[in-house]
């Protein structure tokens, strides 16, 4: 099945410093997303971004979809930005179609100091 | 618009006993996936139900099971427990396949 690979696993930063998330697949994907997990274990959506690049106050996101990659941008980090974001891809398959799930990435910990 | 509503949020259970768990998809949304978080493993998908059908299902033992409802509401129910069903669950619901997908909140389950 499809690959998943984030990086980095760990990311310690001070309070208004910036930062890049990436992950990178091993197969052509149906949809992409990005989520950030809550302390009470909550997915939260930040993007839903198959290919091109979004952005949503001081996050944003690329995906370039034919290199197999997404990058996503932190800026001005907060405290409450603090969490596990994890990447998700459904992947497309030869046959034409999708498998409908979503395959996660271990997901990167941020840590933001104040 | 009231999002995807998990219950219980927590439950402990005994070895041997079965569970059913609770989602309530975001109003409108047909499609529902489960998946289960531990820290050894990380996100699975467990299964995937569409207008009522299962569609697609995850590498778990047949002691996993679900079902969907008319109003798109699924349940999960995992029998015969063990400790290492000990997760967080997590409910996914999308529009149609090959849409967005907004999770729910949890349930933790405990197995003692």
């Known amino acids: 099945g499809i690959q998943v690979e984030q990086s980095p696993p760990d990311l310690i930063l001070q309070e208004g410093a910036n930062s890049t998330l990436r992950c990178n697949f091993s197969?052509?994907?149906?949809?992409l997303q990005w989520f950030h997990q809550n302390p009470w274990g909550q997915l939260i959506n930040l993007f839903y971004?198959?290919?091109g690049t979004k952005q949503n106050g001081r996050l944003s996101a690329t995906t370039v979809a034919t290199e197999r990659y997404s990058l996503l941008y932190i800026s001005s980090s907060q405290t409450t930005d603090s969490g596990v974001y994890f990447c998700?891809?459904?992947?497309?398959?030869?046959?034409?179609?999708?498998?409908?799930?979503?395959?996660f990435g271990k997901g990167t910990l941020l840590t933001v100091n104040p | 618009k009231a999002g995807v509503t998990q219950t219980p949020r927590y439950l402990i259970k005994t070895r041997g006993q079965q569970v059913t768990l609770s989602c309530s998809p975001i109003s409108g949304h047909r499609s529902v996936s489960w998946y289960q978080q531990t820290p050894g493993q990380g996100l699975q998908f467990l299964f995937e139900y569409f207008s009522e059908t299962q569609r697609n299902k995850g590498n778990f033992p047949g002691r996993f099971s679900g079902r969907q409802f008319s109003n798109s509401r699924s349940e999960m129910n995992v029998s015969t427990l063990e400790l290492g069903d000990s997760a967080l669950y997590l409910c996914?619901?999308?529009?149609?396949?090959?849409?967005?997908?907004?999770f729910g909140q949890g349930t933790r389950l405990t197995v003692v």
């Open positions: 197969d052509s994907v149906n949809n």
């Open positions: 971004i198959p290919s």
């Open positions: 996914a619901s999308s529009f149609k396949r090959l849409t967005e997908a907004f």
């Open positions: 998700a891809v459904e992947p497309y398959l030869n046959s034409g179609g999708s498998n409908y799930k979503l395959t």
